[in-house]
């Protein structure tokens, strides 16, 4: 794997996850109460002895850069890095990234530099554990051009994805982005070409792209030198390399979540808490997630009662009642709140006493967490909120979409997000 240079592409402004990525770039977006989503990718290169890494970023980077800096120094007798190239105007190029392929394509200067074999091409915003190992060797075992990573597909969620029809021997023949209707239904295969059982084909007879690529460093150049006009691996670039250059796809047939969406998020957050096993589990010895290490002290419980839930460290909860929910680092709880299938960020800092003791008597000064006698249902709050007392965030009109920046908050599928840093009133019923 000393061969293998790994790109991680962070992303666009992230418009599906706002107001999430409205301070931080999707990479940045914490999960899990103490990872962030990079911390996917990144773990999954190193646990793979791909050590060589470099994220693409353009929009709201500081953070990002900051995590990473922190998080990821290798020794200096490696060549190990994780290296941030954010987007960058040049009198060559004065355009930011314009697609995933372009946002390479204006680094290809560095990335020729490089005694390299192949460039494995990554997202930063899914939820899978994924040994790259196993991936580069079918690239090499097939001769392939490229190769993508798949997943088999049922009907229901198909056309949310780039699809395609593969020949017997594992080739990529046809490609469809988002089908749907009569185009979707051309699309449909014979998946146990992959190794599915016929029980497991007939479930799912679609072969859906996971965005993860892996090119000959020869190929990916010459195609992103050629193709100045196209900007997209997925839509553009690897569709029309099919016609002349060997492209197969490689089964991954494991748990993986496109978490772009808020939905997708919250969903994939709260099913770390299920029992006996979640989908995904940060509890593998063998393939660990990597992230900073913050050195907080243990979470301390005064009197709660708390059933299926995640609780990060550094948390103090006292006198509360905690269900189907997943709190992060520096949560504070106050008595009599409940919290029910929900997503809490925590905090960055934590208050001094007398700054607590000062918001507990000056009026309208709430302190960072979440006070007393306060119910919050199906939400996210993120970081560094304030949440009065006797404050209500149930979404009691069940709406499913509102904007309310000016009042801290936005609805998404039927979901509350706090804003970053925002302040809901003693009070308050959302």
Known sequence: ???????????????????????????????????????????????????????????????????????????????????????????????????TADAVRQYIWLLEEWD?????????????????????????????????????????????????????????????EKPKGEALAQMRVDTTILGLSPEEAQRQPYIASMGIYVFKKDVLIKLLKESLDSTDFGKEIIPDAAKDYNVQAYLFDDYWEDIGTIEAFYNANLALTQLPQPPFSFYDEEAPIYTRARYLPPTKLLDCQITQSLIGE??????????????????????????????????????????????????????????????????????????GCDVKIINKDNVQEADRESQGFYIRSGIVVVLKNAVIPDGTII
């Open 1 to 99: 794997m000393k061969k293998v240079i790994a790109i991680i592409l962070g992303g666009g402004a992230g418009t599906r996850l706002y107001p999430l990525t409205k301070l931080r770039a999707k990479p940045a977006v914490p999960v899990a109460g103490k990872y962030r989503l990079i911390d996917i990718p990144v773990s999954n290169c190193i646990n793979s002895e791909i050590f060589k890494i470099y994220v693409l970023t353009q929009f709201n980077s500081a953070s990002l850069n900051r995590h990473i800096a922190r998080a990821y120094n290798f020794s200096g007798f490696s060549e190990g890095f994780v290296e941030v190239l954010a987007a960058q105007q040049t009198p060559e190029n004065p355009n930011w990234f314009q697609g």
């Open 116 to 176: 390299a074999d192949e460039y494995l091409i990554l997202s930063g915003d899914h939820l899978y554990r994924m040994d790259y190992r196993e991936f580069v060797e079918r690239h090499r075992e097939t001769g392939a051009d490229i190769t993508l990573s798949v997943i088999p597909i049922d009907d229901r969620r198909a056309s949310d994805f780039g699809l395609m029809k593969i020949d017997q021997s594992g080739r990529v023949v046809d490609f469809s």
């Open 314 to 387: 550094g948390c103090i909860l006292k006198n509360c009642r905690i269900q189907h929910s997943v709190l992060g680092v520096r949560s504070r709880v106050e008595s009599g709140t409940v919290i029910e299938e929900s997503l809490i960020m925590g905090a960055d800092y934590y208050q001094s006493a007398i700054e607590r003791r000062q918001c507990n008597t000056v009026p309208d000064e709430i302190s960072v967490g979440i006070c007393a006698d306060s119910i919050i249902r199906r939400a996210i709050i993120d970081k560094n909120a304030r949440i």
